[in-house]
Structures are given as C-alpha cells and as structure tokens.
C-alpha cells in the first residue's frame, strides 16, 4: 500500500514549472501587445504634434475624433498619456520577468483595470458624442481589452500559485 503522504494535495516540480512556463507565456503577450499599443498611440501623438493627417483607411472619422475637444487632457493629447500607458505596463512586464516581484502584476493589474474604463468611455465618446469612429483609437482600446484580460488572468495565477 502507498502512503498517504506521498499523495498530497502539493504541486510536483513539473507542475511547477509548468504554472512557471503559463505565466511567462503570459506575461510575454502581455508585453508584446503593450508594445503594439505603445506604437499605435505613438503613431497618434506623432500626427498629433506635427500636424500630419491621419491616414485612415477603415473608418473615415479618425480626423474628427482626433481633432475633438476629448482627445486632448488640459492641453496634453490623449494619445500622448496612452504612449506613457503602453510603455509603463511595458517596462512593467520585463521588471517582473527579470525580478518576479508580484507586485509588478499588482501594478499592471490595477493600469489595466484603469485604462479598460477610460477605452469604454473613449469609446462611448466616440458612438455618442463625437459621433465618429477613429479606427486606431479602437486598436487601442482592444489592445487596453486585451490587456485587461491578461493581467487579470497573471493575477489569478500568480494568487493561486501563493496559495498552493
């Protein structure tokens, strides 16, 4: 007969390393969709201070939404506090793939959080209010989605993983 002990309920080492692998996998999609966040608002505040049109391909309302009084904040383009975003979680990600500090998934967790109900009501702004659709504003705010998601998800894992 076996023992009971060697029937706990504790992880073996491949499960370890495979909740490990999970959550570098997730962070680096987190930190690669930043990136792309991080160039798309980048393109956006790079019009925005040389005053080149948008080119705009999909919707043809990208010139409206940018030029509204909602995509600028006490004078600084929204675009512009989107890049600082993106670079922030950016950074974010690579500190924690270096340090594993869980508060680093904190941080990311509670940015994300924050930019998803600034998107949602960027968006709202631009159905109902500017009505008009700037296709690389929705990039971002999939891209804030979808980081959303993701850090909630390193953030149940990470929980988790303390707890076994």
């Known amino acids: ?6 029937l706990s309920a504790k992880p ?3 499960q370890k390393k495979i909740k490990a692998i999970k959550a570098i996998a997730l962070i680096l999609i987190l930190a690669a969709v930043s990136f792309f966040g991080f160039l798309d608002a980048g393109y956006l505040t790079a019009n925005h201070y040389l005053k080149t049109p948008i080119v705009c391909s999909i919707f043809e309302g990208c010139e409206k939404v940018l030029t509204s009084p909602y995509a600028v904040i006490y004078n600084i383009p929204v675009a512009l506090l989107g890049m600082i975003f ?13 340090f594993e500090k869980k508060s680093a998934v904190n941080l990311i967790f509670i940015l ?3 930019a998803f109900l600034a998107s949602l009501y960027f ?3 631009q159905l109902f209010i500017i009505k008009a659709i700037c296709f690389y504003c929705l990039l971002s705010a999939a891209s804030s989605a979808v980081l959303f998601v993701l850090s909630f998800l390193l953030f149940v ?7 076994s």
């Open 123 to 125: 968006i709202y702004l």
């Open 12 to 14: 073996s080492c491949n």
């Open 157 to 163: 894992k990470i929980r988790i993983n303390e707890n």
């Open 112 to 114: 994300s959080a924050a």
């Open 1 to 6: 007969m076996r023992n009971s002990k060697s």
């Open 86 to 98: 993106y670079l922030v979680i950016f950074l974010t990600s690579l500190f924690y793939l270096t």
